[in-house]
């Protein structure tokens, strides 16, 4: 029933024919990696020949859970996919279920969602640029940068009671109202930012020892990146013009003018200023739909049954593309629930970047991506030499293990 | 010779010495939090003056675990031989008189030694503990001493050729007119610049890159020998300072002040230079990012070996041509 067949990974990537290769682990537990993954490098000196990845320390099983929960809940355990880009889970997730409604999302909700969406979009970007200072080395930047990320999660707290789980959202609306008053203080708010984003870019742009790790390295070719489905400012840093927000608008962002930024051949240090690019172009639009919300109200109640059918739904979260398909029967729960996300898009460009770089540029190129472990783990079954693939239930699984720690106890 | 023995295990001796490597951690730890915007050790002692030594104790007694793999022998005792290195140099300097603990005529000779037996101790530490990490560790840290070895050496011969003596107390005898940074002002930048690289503070942290190889060639070490290691690097963070106070900014030397005894004056003099120095590797620290093994190189060999070059041709020019006295 049961093969028990290991897989000699390191066979199959030459390490056994030379002699001056180093196979040196990158995680699961490793300071550069805030979440567990394993990487294996294959060096030679200090430059990457191979890397091998080993995905699934933290896979959680919540497509399954979904099929066993109300719609309701399942936006709140989705939204828990992440713990940086949760709001916009909860978004995608509820359009995809709004699609098989009759009702329509009433515009004032939309602009709410749109205004939380972009607050959450700059504390990523600057999570993600002060981790990046901290990787390159530079941990001064990281204490500034995490510093001034306080002042959007104190607004987003302001706005929804919460720091980083929003539970904001309903199917068919939001469930909180703007607070009274927060218009002016948002807009200055947002300025404050738009002004340390500059600066950032300047120190960036000017501090030598950062131009020297960040520039040309993690080049990839627009035609690889698109190749690999490379998404979000994966695919904007290489000149692809891909942003589900102008491709594909949702929520309102097509009534909210906002431009794309995109560079041409990029490396890491474009993918910063990208970045903080974007960010300002987010603080921008924060202050936009800020003055320009509409009034309303701002849900429908809906029953708890959603009509059978299926629909998918894709946003663009901070990292990329999030997609989200539904299938419903009609009943109280959902049928099948899937979510892709970007992280698990972007992988494959960045184990092509980091090849060819040495091990001190690793934890900048692998992170170049943003990546969400927590996020993106996955499990299937697959024989590497003879691409079989197969299905396991939970009870085969639970031999697997017993056969796997205890070969004594095998039968 | 009680006083005298007392002289080099208290003051200023090695209990001094590591009581200034606790000062500079403590510093250290405090600067950079203030110039990030964090506040930094603030609860054992007045400031968290205190937190350095608590941190020492604390490791003194966790478990010490040897890796199955490790040369246990090196592993076990190379954290003793290493200190030396940094203690027995601080005898060599002048702290509270014009004469050291234990100069003589050829010390600065002892000092490079010394530099590069602490160099070697700890390749070889990092090699006995045997694992992926501190291997890689291991050929950055060799790498970075072949780079920065030369124009180290260089800039403090410059000092030695201008003032004409090898010992460390004849060269700041020397500097009571004039001091060294006067005329040698480049080989200063490069003594600071290579101290960076030998104490493997940012942006040259390169052997113990913690996002890259975990904690570098310490990655293995826990408990005792761990405390030991830290309080070492502490302890050459002091000694490098104190050798560029004596080098190039003329020692305990400065404006005569009545009343108050020669000796109490060199003392506070040093003191406040050597404080200055290790401000100046502070900031310097705090504010530029880690670069590559091969740009450190690169900036070593490309740039700062000929600066130094030209700065030691400069002096002997000086000196032969007579246009200035040499003292």
Not at chain 1, 236 to 265: H, I, S
Not at chain 2, 4 to 14: K, Q, R, S, T
Not at chain 2, 207 to 231: D, H, M, N, Q, Y
Request: hydrophobic share 50%; proline share 6%.
């Amino acid at each position: 029933m049961i093969e028990d067949k290991p897989v000699r990974k390191e066979e199959s990537a030459g390490l056994m024919k030379y002699s001056t290769e180093t196979l040196v682990p990158f995680g699961p537990i490793h300071p550069a990696l805030k979440e567990p993954e394993y990487f294996k490098l294959i060096l030679e000196g200090e430059r990457i020949i191979e890397v091998i990845p080993r995905i699934g320390y933290v896979h959680r099983g919540l497509e399954k859970a979904a099929e066993s929960r109300p719609w309701v809940q399942n936006m709140y355990m989705f939204e828990r996919t992440c713990g940086i880009c949760s709001f916009v889970h909860s978004i995608t997730y509820a359009q995809a279920v709004e699609g098989l409604t009759i009702y329509e999302v009433p515009r004032r909700a939309k602009f709410i969602r749109t205004i939380v969406a972009e607050l959450e979009r700059i504390h990523s970007h600057l999570l993600w640029v002060g981790l990046m200072g901290h990787w390159a080395g530079f941990e001064t930047l990281f204490m500034w940068v995490w510093r001034d990320r306080e002042v959007v999660l104190d607004l987003v707290e302001a706005i929804s009671g919460n720091r980083v789980h929003k539970s904001m959202n309903a199917i068919c609306g939001v469930r909180l109202d703007m607070p009274e008053g927060m218009e002016d203080r948002i807009v200055e708010r947002m300025k404050f930012l738009v002004e340390r984003a500059n600066y950032y870019k300047e120190i960036v742009d000017t501090e030598e020892t950062m131009l020297e790790r960040t520039e040309n390295i993690g080049k990839i070719d627009a035609d690889l990146a698109e190749r690999l489905c490379a998404v979000g400012p994966m695919a904007r840093y290489v000149g692809l013009r891909q942003d589900v927000r102008l491709n594909d608008p949702y929520a309102a962002y097509d009534e909210v003018p906002f431009d794309m930024v995109t560079c041409k051949d990029g490396d890491v240090h474009a993918l910063l200023k990208l970045r903080l690019d974007e960010m300002i172009v987010s603080a921008n639009m924060v202050s936009y739909a800020v003055k320009h919300l509409p009034e309303g109200p701002i849900r429908v109640k809906i029953a708890p049954i959603i009509p059978a059918g299926e629909h998918s739904s894709r946003s663009e979260a901070p990292r990329g593309e999030i997609f989200y398909y539904v299938k419903s029967s009609g009943g109280r729960t959902p049928d099948r629930v899937k979510s892709r996300q970007p992280t698990m898009a972007n992988l494959p460009t960045a184990l092509e970047l980091l090849k060819g770089q040495t091990i001190a540029d690793v934890p900048v190129v692998l992170t170049a991506i943003d990546p969400c472990f927590g996020c993106m783990d996955r499990m299937s079954f697959m024989d590497t030499e003879t691409n079989r693939q197969w299905t396991w239930s939970g009870e085969e699984l639970r031999q697997y293990g017993i056969n796997h720690y205890f070969p004594e106890r095998a039968k | 010779m009680i006083a005298e023995i007392l002289e080099a295990i208290i003051f200023p001796g090695v209990l001094f010495t590591i009581g200034m490597g606790f000062l500079f951690d403590w510093l250290d730890r405090k600067t950079s939090a203030r110039m990030q915007g964090r506040i930094g050790p603030k609860i054992t002692g007045p400031s968290g003056i205190l937190q350095p030594l608590a941190d020492f104790l604390k490791l003194l007694f966790k478990e010490e675990i040897i890796p199955s793999h490790a040369d246990r022998i090196i592993f076990l005792f190379a954290p003793a031989l290493y200190i030396l290195a940094p203690l027995l140099s601080m005898m060599f300097i002048p702290i509270i008189s014009p004469s050291p603990l234990a100069g003589f005529d050829f010390d600065l000779l002892a000092i490079l030694f010394l530099l590069a037996y602490a160099a070697f101790v700890v390749a070889i530490l990092s090699f006995s503990s045997a694992s992926s990490f501190t291997t890689i560790a291991t050929g950055r840290l060799v790498l970075q001493y072949v780079s920065y070895e030369i124009p180290f050496v260089l800039a403090i011969i410059t000092a030695a050729l201008y003032s004409k003596s090898l010992s460390v107390e004849g060269i700041v005898a020397s500097q009571s007119g004039l001091w060294n940074i006067v005329i040698m002002p480049f080989a200063f930048v490069v003594y600071i610049i290579a101290l960076m690289a030998e104490l493997e503070k940012p942006p040259f942290d390169i052997p113990s890159a913690k996002t890259e190889i975990v904690a570098g060639w310490l990655t293995e070490f826990s408990g005792r020998a761990l405390s030991f290691l830290k309080l070492t690097k502490e302890v050459s963070y002091v000694f490098g300072s104190a050798l560029a106070v004596s080098l190039f900014l003329g020692g305990g030397l400065g404006p005569v002040i009545f009343g108050i005894p020669p000796s109490v004056l060199y003392f506070v003099y040093f003191m406040v230079k050597l404080l200055a120095v290790g401000f100046l590797v502070f900031v310097l620290k705090t504010s530029l990012a880690r670069v590559k093994i091969a740009q450190a190189t690169e900036l070593f060999w490309k740039i700062l070996t000929p600066v130094s070059l030209a700065q030691v041709a400069f002096v002997l020019f000086l000196i032969q041509g007579g246009l200035l006295i040499a003292p």
